[in-house]
């Protein structure tokens, strides 16, 4: 008899109100996220009081959305869409995802395959026709994951981020979405 754990369920939604019990998840699995090494811009985890405050701060930017990925109802991981200012007309067919990352207790379920669908459909519903991203590098399994959704890769930015004293370099990419089918 086979006593493996049946999986994990899987919710991503785009999140407009921050309850303390979410805030509190979200808080908890950035700093994991950034204590293991992060690609969240982050280097070392700041204090809890900062955290929530960059939260609450996002959920109230105008043209940012915030996307969180829930395994069993607990909050593992999250992205953002963020639509150019209105001013910038030359660029408003295009967005970018930022911040993408989900916590070490959370991967390998496809959170973040989820997440980034999911700012994508949103992106391609909203008249969006090029998405653009940036990562490290190093990053390899956001590479991955990046480049098996169709992201395209148009440069390498040598000095890019700069970690412990060291320049790491960063990838571009860009994805068409009037070419591609969601
Ligand atoms: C990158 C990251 C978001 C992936 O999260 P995840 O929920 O484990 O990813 P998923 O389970 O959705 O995997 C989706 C795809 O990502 C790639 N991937 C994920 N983990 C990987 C790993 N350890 N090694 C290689 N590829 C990996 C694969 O292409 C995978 O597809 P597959 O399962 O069909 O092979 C997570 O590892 C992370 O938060 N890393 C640190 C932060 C970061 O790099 N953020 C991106 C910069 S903004």
């Known amino acids: 008899m086979s006593s493996s754990a049946p999986p994990p369920t899987l919710m991503v939604a785009r999140i407009e109100k921050l309850r303390p019990a979410d805030l509190h998840d979200l808080g908890d699995a950035a700093e994991q996220a950034i204590r293991d090494g ?23 930017i105008p043209d940012r959305s ?8 607990v909050i593992g991981g999250s992205v953002q869409l963020v639509r150019p200012p209105r001013n910038n007309e030359a660029q ?12 070490p207790w959370a991967r390998g379920h496809g959170l973040a395959r989820r997440l980034v669908q999911a700012a994508e459909a949103e992106a391609r ?6 998405l653009n991203l940036d990562v490290r590098a190093t990053q390899e399994p956001a590479v991955r994951l990046f480049e098996s959704l169709g992201f395209v890769c148009w440069g390498r ?10 320049a790491v370099a960063g990838c571009y990419y860009y ?5 591609s089918p969601p």
Do not use: I, N
Not at 38 to 60: H, I, K, N, Q, S
């Open 92 to 103: 408003a067919h295009t967005a970018a995802l930022t911040t993408c990352f989900v916590a």
């Open 157 to 166: 930015h040598p000095y890019y981020a700069r970690v412990l004293g060291e």
């Open 66 to 73: 915030l996307y969180v990925g829930r395994l069993d109802g």
């Open 175 to 179: 994805k068409d979405l009037s070419e």
């Open 125 to 130: 519903k909203t008249g969006v026709l090029v």
């Open 38 to 60: 992060g690609g969240f811009g982050w280097l070392e985890a700041p204090t809890r009081d900062l955290m929530e405050r960059y939260w609450r701060g996002v959920v109230l």
